[in-house]
């Protein structure tokens, strides 16, 4: 009697990427090794595109923002061990940003389990504070179970960072190819149904009530203001945004990630005369922003003692911890529906004669044209104006799409968010929530793949540039759209300034703590790789290497000599220094 043929099967690392290919994930980043190899080269068998960084640090940040900008979790896959601990930057990154990631991690054999194994560590306990939902699949069927959750938890509610660990021993085990189908169903259907309890728990609308009385507080407000951060990017919700804004006649004011969403030249942009709206509305319609450093707490003396705060934000926690006049929970989109949806039964419009809307107007003239008086000069050896002038015309020139703006650094990434406008939704990446300094290229890779239509323009310090510089060799190996623009003032802040009362002790001779080569040649690193590098001393020769690389919209580095007394210590935070 003959034998029935052997059932094909597949591996745990084939059922990882057709998990991941049928949740519909199109881009992971990462770095190989064991025990994670095949499941790169499977993924992209299945036609994921899998982008290969030197670092797993930068490629954390590109899966961080490329949750942000996409809407969908960006996946980082990394090694056991000393692989996963340094993915921890990206997943910290997003969970502090409310950005949704997985961070998916090899680990070792389950059998050999505290007995020092080959990169051994306890990684789900190490990812605890950053992991909003951390899995460990004992066994292969468990594996679509376990990332078809942290996907969809990654996304959900507050968006954050989330965890899969994958064993090695699992990776290496297989099922009958026909059941990984059924296995993957099942688990999504088992997913909807918990996600489906989870939203009937929770109400994602607020009340109409609440969103009528908010609305009473904007229409009897003196000096109101529409603040608006990167969860309202997030969230999409720039149309409504809009219309809100342009209805009502109420000034606004985003902050650094949610410029854009309506464009910075828009005539109730407040941005320019930011302190004055601030420090006086009396209602303030906050929407996807913490009132946390960034907002300076919503408190005096920045803000007016007696200023009502509604506070739109789909976490709950937040808005219990801030203790606003109104709080309503909700997607920033849907709510703002809501709000716009009572205005228009009831219309308000404060006129561009309104004392408030005159004077944040006047202001904004009145700062706009002192700044236009710093950058009209061409100041050489560079300070930070000259510079910064010359590349916002060139990105202006560009037009529509606009570039991606990736930007990082004192006083680099302070001048530059003065300088440099934003006039279409998520275009601009920067050091965000927690003033993270390195994530520049990992940003410009994750712009550059998630956004095929556009340009990606990097402003970055050299201290910014140098956590990740390496990875100019990925620009190049993927021939990606990126233009590094490195600031370069021979260090942190603009390398040593200590007076000589300072210069003490036996290890004087030492560079100082802030400084790096001076005039390092960052435009010849990229040229390693057969990319383009630039060294721009003064307006013309930054003139051409603007115009020839925006043009060729290939991997460049401009490396642009900055006076190193230009900048202050800190940028516009030397209080907390
Ligand atoms: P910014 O840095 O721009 O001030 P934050 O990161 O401080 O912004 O705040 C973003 C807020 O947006 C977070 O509190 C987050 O919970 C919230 N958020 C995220 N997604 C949404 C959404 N879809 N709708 C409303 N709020 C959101």
Known sequence: MAENPPQPTIDGNTLVAKTLHHFGITHIFGVVGIPVTSVATRAVAEGIRFIAFHNEQSAGYSASS??????????????????????LAGLSNASINSWPMVLISGSSDQRDSGKGDFQELDQISTVKPFSKFSAKPTSISEIPGS???ALSRAGSGRPGGCYMDLPTDVLHQSVPQDEAMELIMKAENEIKKEEQEELSKLSSFAAIDEVEKAVTALR?????LVVFGKGAAYA???????????????PFLPTPMGKGLIPDSHQLAATAARSLAIGQCDVALVVGARLNWLLHFGEPPKWANDVKFILVDVCKEEIELRKPYVGLIGDAKNVLGMINKVIKDNPFCLGSNHPWVEAISNKVKSNVSRMEGQLAKDVVPFNFFTPLRIIRDAISSLGTPAPVLVSEGANTMDVGRAVLPQMEPRTRLDAGTWGTMGVGLGYCIAAAVACPDRLVVAVEGDS???FSAIEVETLVRYQLPVIV????NNGVYGGDRRTPEEVTGPHKADPAPTSFVPEAKYH???????????LARDPAELQSALDESFSAKKP???NVIIDPYAGAESGRMQHKN
């Open 464 to 466: 910014g540039f140098g």
């Open 556 to 558: 460049a580095v401009i």
């Open 220 to 224: 009897e407000a003196q000096r109101p």
């Open 236 to 250: 999409r919700a720039e149309n409504e945004l809009k219309k809100l804004v342009e209805t009502t006649g109420v």
């Open 524 to 534: 010849v690193l990229i040229e390693a790789f057969g990319g383009k590098g630039y």
């Open 147 to 149: 990332l078809l959750r």
């Open 485 to 488: 623009i490195v600031f370069n």
């Open 66 to 87: 490329y949750g942000f900008l996409t809407g969908k979790p960006g996946i980082l896959l990394t090694v056991s061990g000393p692989g996963c601990v340094h993915g």
